[in-house]
């Protein structure tokens, strides 16, 4: 998985790093951004794996994300509860496709 940066509890998803990203929730509620997708044309995807702290934490998602359904999908709550996120733009980044592709594993 490639590695997330983090400043101040910004995390950026630099997908020029991968398509794989994993974060464990240990410094406090995180909101991400995505960064360098594929140009406009282009298809990019990335997987984002969540690992739960020991204390429940949230994520603010960018507003160029789309959820399946409208809505943000709700973040397992528990220590070391993992949720896996999916995501893909063919438009340079400016709308994301967002889906939870799995929640609450061990």
Known sequence: AALVIEVSLVLA???TLGNVFKHTASCGNVT???TNPPTSGAAGSFTL?????TTDRTITWPVSVDWAGGTAPDV???SGKVDVYTFFTVDGGTLWYGM?????FT
Request: hydrophobic share 45%; proline share 0%; glycine share 10%.
């Open 76 to 78: 397992t709550s528990g």
């Open 32 to 34: 991400f951004t995505f």
């Open 100 to 104: 939870q592709a799995g929640a609450d």
């Open 13 to 15: 998803l630099d997908l």
């Open 49 to 53: 794996i969540w690992v739960q702290d």
